[in-house]
């Protein structure tokens, strides 16, 4: 059933993106132009488009760590192929391919030998990048067609939208659905509140979390295609990193780290307020590092602020005479 109203921690984190986009429009130059949102725009496609997989994983009480490092073993393997002839066309089937079969990795160590899902996805994460390397090197490949390289970072006409938002806007709401309207969204948030229940009730849960982690493969892949593309650029490190800001923006956007709670509208803003801080910073001459640190700083804040405000508000309650 689709909530009939989004939770206070989702109200909170929209409140904070309208008062950091008025903030910044104030204080940093450059901010409030429609070029630079159509470049911030870009900068959300990739996170948005693995958070939308990892709030159904993470949804369920797993998580995968390793989406960055499909990323950029999807990346690698462009470029060689590129490098060998084969068209693009064909490169991107067999990239998205290639992430499903990462994703199956995951799966198989996750759901067929009961492996918890963080200490497999910190291996793979090693493991996928250590790949891109013995496939590509450190070299780049960069001689892409303009016709694919600019076509993936076209405006709308007549605005600096990239049309690639809306695809993924349309992905959103069909994730979305999927998660608070159907049988499915359900099964997912009874596997995230207690496997064992959810088994009783006649779900499948090894079946449907290893179907989650392919799926969170193939689309890191299809992320890893379109970040070549924007770039111009297929190397064994690209998207290094990803990985945090990603997990940050779900559990910012409300997903509790525990499973079982969570709205995809709440991740979508989540996404929109981590990568809107961050590039108000960089726009202002943030140093990188300090960028890392407030990523890390957001992460412990969406673990813990969800939780003491629920703790808090249980207080509340206990405390007004009856």
């Given amino acids: 059933?689709?909530?009939?109203?989004?939770?206070?921690?989702?109200?909170?984190?929209?409140?904070?993106?309208?008062?950091?986009?008025?903030?910044s429009s104030v204080l940093?130059?450059?901010?409030?132009?429609?070029?630079?949102?159509?470049?911030?725009?870009?900068?959300?496609i990739p996170v948005a488009l693995i958070a939308l997989p990892m709030t159904l994983v993470i949804i369920t009480g797993e998580i995968d760590l390793s989406v960055a490092s499909v990323l950029g073993l999807s990346s690698a393997v462009m470029g060689q192929l590129w490098l060998s002839g084969t068209p693009?066309?064909?490169?991107?089937?067999?990239?998205?391919?290639?992430?499903?079969?990462?994703?199956?990795v995951n799966g198989l160590f996750v759901t067929g030998f009961g492996l918890p899902s963080l200490a497999v996805t910190i291996g793979t994460l090693a493991l996928y990048r250590g790949l891109s390397y013995v496939v590509l090197g450190d070299r780049?490949?960069?001689?892409?067609?303009?016709?694919?390289?600019?076509?993936?970072i076209e405006p709308l006409p007549g605005t600096t939208v990239p049309w690639v938002a809306v695809v993924v806007l349309g992905l959103a709401v069909v994730f979305g659905v999927v998660l608070h309207a159907t049988p499915i969204g359900r099964a997912l948030f009874a596997m995230g509140n207690n496997d064992q229940a959810a088994t009783f009730s006649g779900i499948s849960v090894a079946r449907?979390?290893?179907?989650?982690?392919?799926?969170?493969?193939?689309?890191?892949?299809?992320?890893?295609?379109?970040?070549?593309m924007r770039y111009a650029s297929a190397r064994a490190d690209n998207g290094g990193g990803l990985e945090l800001a990603v997990v940050a923006a779900v559990l910012l956007g409300g997903v509790s780290i525990?499973?079982?709670?969570g709205t995809l509208a709440g991740?979508?803003?989540?996404?929109?307020?981590?990568?809107?801080?961050?590039?108000?910073?960089?726009?202002?001459?943030?140093?990188?590092?300090?960028?890392?640190?407030?990523?890390?700083?957001?992460?412990?804040?969406?673990?813990v602020g969800p939780n003491a405000a629920t703790m808090l508000r249980e207080r509340l309650r206990r405390r007004r005479p009856a």
């Fill in 1 to 23: 059933m689709v909530p009939k109203r989004l939770g206070t921690w989702d109200v909170l984190v929209v409140v904070v993106l309208a008062a950091v986009v008025v903030a």
């Fill in 28 to 44: 940093v130059d450059g901010f409030a132009t429609s070029r630079f949102w159509g470049f911030l725009l870009l900068d959300v």
């Fill in 88 to 104: 693009l066309p064909l490169i991107l089937p067999l990239v998205v391919l290639l992430g499903a079969v990462c994703g199956a």
């Fill in 140 to 152: 780049a490949v960069a001689d892409f067609p303009f016709s694919w390289t600019g076509a993936f």
């Fill in 208 to 228: 449907t979390k290893f179907r989650l982690f392919v799926l969170t493969g193939a689309i890191a892949a299809l992320a890893g295609f379109f970040w070549t």
């Fill in 258 to 261: 525990f499973g079982g709670r």
């Fill in 267 to 303: 991740v979508l803003a989540g996404v929109l307020l981590l990568i809107t801080l961050r590039n108000a910073l960089q726009l202002a001459d943030v140093p990188a590092d300090t960028l890392t640190v407030v990523t890390g700083t957001l992460l412990i804040i969406s673990v």
